[in-house]
Every structure is written in C-alpha cells, then in structure tokens.
C-alpha cells in the first residue's frame, strides 16, 4: 500500500516470471476503496488521516476489491486463497507465526 502502483506491477511481473511449483508469496493489500474514501470501512478515514500526517510515507496503492483474481492474472499469479478481515485470525495463525511460536501483531 505504500508502493507506487509501478513499484507493485514491477514485483508482481517478476514474481510471475519466477514462478515454480513449489513456490508462493504472502502479501497483504488494502483494498482501493479504503484508500480512496469511496468506501467506509472500519478505521480507513483514521488510517488516511494519520498516514496524511506522516508526510514521508504516503498510502499509494490499493486492489479493487473483489478484483483479487482481476489483478493477478496479467503477472501470470493467482490467488491460492484470500483471506478478509473475518479470517484474520486464521491468517495470522498460518502467516505470522514467528519461529519461537508467537504471533506477530495483527498487521
């Protein structure tokens, strides 16, 4: 989210073109609409605001929601799963196990 839509293409293409049987990537992504206020989700006006206020790193990109699939396929990806906000806790169970055993954080 805080790459520039050229920054996210360029990692997506070459993840695409690396691709392997045995290989996948996990990476978070907010949707477009939290971004761009034409949506009211939960805390993204506080998240604009307070990353506003941090000039040094603005939010620049976002995926259209419900487009996950849409957005992948011209790097030649695909969505093994998307996890929502409802299964964040699974995900963090799967995804941000640290090697002693905790959890990171909810991202």
Do not use: C
Request: glycine share 10%; proline share 6%.
């Amino acid at each position: 989210m805080y790459l520039p839509e050229e920054a996210v293409a360029e990692v997506l293409t070459w993840v695409g073109e690396h691709d392997n049987p045995g290989t996948s990537i996990v990476f978070d992504a907010i949707w477009r609409e939290a971004l761009d206020g034409s949506r009211d989700y939960f805390g993204a006006a506080e998240l604009r605001q307070s990353v506003a206020e941090k000039a040094d790193e603005p939010l620049r990109w976002g995926m259209p929601e419900g487009r996950v699939e849409e957005t992948l396929a011209p790097f030649g990806l695909r969505a093994e799963r998307t996890l929502g906000e409802e299964e964040e806790e699974e995900g963090r169970a799967i995804y941000l196990r640290r090697s002693d055993g905790t959890l990171h954080d909810r991202p």
